[in-house]
């Protein structure tokens, strides 16, 4: 059977998404770790969900990086660089208080927007763009968030609640060029920064453990953001015939 898979006759099967070993390791130690978060987000463990937030989006990269084909691509790269930028928006408010630690968290997450609109850039005449009826969801939701968060952010708050919220929604649009799953991780990413900004800025949304929903809903709109791209790559190598393999970093 082999040898008529080898000649042509049936298709080769699909590449994994994690073909390495390093890659599986880091997804396995990836979903621990997330599991355990969530437990200390739901039983207000503060210092085990902030030691083990820490760990979230370096083990992220690490899984992306050693699954994805190499020489890595400008797409692998960049989106990278916006795990990394979401990692210190997750770490370094911590050394501030208050509104400050807000605004720097808000400062690295729009760093990180910005990266992932570039990487996802070249394919934006796949994506939901293009199509005005797919489109009007996530323009409503910008809109719908800015109009709700405006009397709770006034003055400079505001036009960086505006500004983050363009480059989030511009991320999830372009998301959808790449790959179905980063078009859910997209739209996931958006709802879990949707609660954060009803609930700094609204009220509205404080139901119990909502650090749990939030970690939730961030942890997975990452992972389908990468798992998307790791799909974008096998396709393309699988389709190019270049017989490159998988690095084992």
Not at 52 to 66: D, F, I, N, R, Y
Not at 136 to 159: E, W
Not at 183 to 198: E, K, N, P
């Amino acid at each position: 059977m082999t040898d008529v898979v080898h000649h042509g006759l049936l298709p080769a099967p699909p590449p994994r998404l994690l073909p390495t070993v390093t890659s599986r390791a880091a997804a396995v130690a990836l979903a621990m770790l997330t599991v355990l978060h969530l437990v200390a987000q739901v039983a207000e463990a503060s210092t085990w969900a902030r030691v083990t937030q820490v760990c979230l989006m370096p083990l992220l990269a690490a899984t992306l990086w050693c699954a994805a084909p190499a020489p890595r691509s400008r797409l692998v790269r960049l989106v990278v660089v916006a795990l990394g930028l979401s990692w210190l928006g997750d770490t370094a408010p911590a050394a501030f208080e208050g509104d400050a630690a807000f605004l720097v968290m808000v400062g690295f997450f729009l760093l990180a927007q910005v990266a992932y609109v570039v990487a996802f850039w070249p394919s934006r005449r796949a994506s939901v763009a293009r199509r005005p009826a797919l489109l009007a969801p996530y323009a409503l939701a910008a809109v719908a968030l800015v109009v709700a968060c405006a009397p709770g952010a006034p003055g400079p708050l505001l036009g960086a609640v505006v500004v983050y919220g363009v480059c989030l929604v511009a991320m999830a649009v372009l998301a959808t060029g790449v790959h179905p799953l980063a078009g859910a991780g997209g739209a996931v990413f958006l709802a879990s920064d949707a609660m954060i900004a009803l609930g700094a800025f609204t009220g509205w949304f404080d139901p119990p453990a909502s650090g749990f929903w939030v970690m939730l809903t961030y942890v997975a709109g990452q992972a389908l953001l990468v798992a998307g791209v790791l799909a974008r790559s096998c396709s393309q190598l699988s389709g190019s015939g270049t017989g490159v393999k998988p690095a084992r970093s």
